[in-house]
């Protein structure tokens, strides 16, 4: 069954440490995303990688890394630098980037929440 | 920079109403604008993309770049319709879609 895992489900974690989001296609997609998701705010772009080993910085990327060392994976780190950590995180990946019509296939996020 | 404003954070209507969920953007290129859906327990995903010119469960949209709006509509609205409805709009030169903040459409019976 093809589609995007997005583990875990729900993440907790102390002030101060660095957490880990998992996100796994088998979609053979080339471009994957990281949103951040709020209340009242939409979905707000962190990070994308359009080819593996390639990304760029979303509308707020601070306080967030990325990395694609493989097609199928890009984890996105939530550091301590981030001062407002606590949300819902969704992961989607689009077959090729830069082709508009392509529609982006979603993750079942992450809940993170701050102890 | 692009935006998207999607001014009710709630809707709800009756069951057979008609149902208008409104997107309005900003963007000095050419817009290529899409509207997600997220039913309840589900993930989100594409329901229609102006490009297309279709129509989807029922539900379409007309991109009116004199008012810059991509509105969503339905004649007749299901209580299966319920969800949360998202505005996007794709940049060509940022190669992203910037989201709306979402529009929770509740069809009561």
């Known amino acids: 069954d093809g589609g995007i895992t997005q583990s875990p489900k729900y993440l907790f974690r102390k002030e101060g440490q660095n957490v880990t989001l998992s996100c796994e296609q088998n979609?053979?997609?080339?471009?994957m995303y990281w949103y951040r998701q709020d209340p009242g705010q939409g979905l707000r772009l962190i990070y994308y990688?359009?080819?593996?080993?390639?990304?760029q910085k979303g509308d707020i990327a601070e306080g967030y890394s990325v990395s694609r060392e493989k097609k199928e994976s890009f984890p996105l780190t939530v550091t301590s630098a981030q001062k407002n950590p606590t949300a819902f995180y969704l992961c989607a990946s689009t077959a090729a980037a830069g082709i508009s019509n392509q529609p982006q296939h979603f993750g079942d996020g992450t809940r993170l929440s701050i102890l | 920079a692009q935006r998207v404003t999607q001014p009710e954070k709630l809707l709800s209507v009756f069951k057979g109403a008609p149902v208008e969920l409104k997107c309005n953007y900003s963007?000095?290129?050419?817009?290529?604008l899409f509207w997600y859906v997220q039913y309840s327990r589900q993930r989100l995903q594409l329901l229609l993309r102006h490009i297309s010119r279709e129509s989807i469960k029922g539900f379409t949209a007309d991109l009116n770049k004199g008012e810059t709006s991509f509105h969503l509509k339905k004649p007749f609205a299901q209580e299966e319709d319920s969800a949360m409805y998202y505005c996007a709009l794709y940049s060509g030169s940022a190669r992203q879609l910037t989201f709306g903040s979402g529009t929770q459409l509740t069809v009561l019976p």
């Open positions: 990688s359009q080819i593996v080993n390639d990304f």
């Open positions: 963007y000095s290129g050419s817009p290529e």
């Open positions: 979609l053979n997609h080339d471009a």
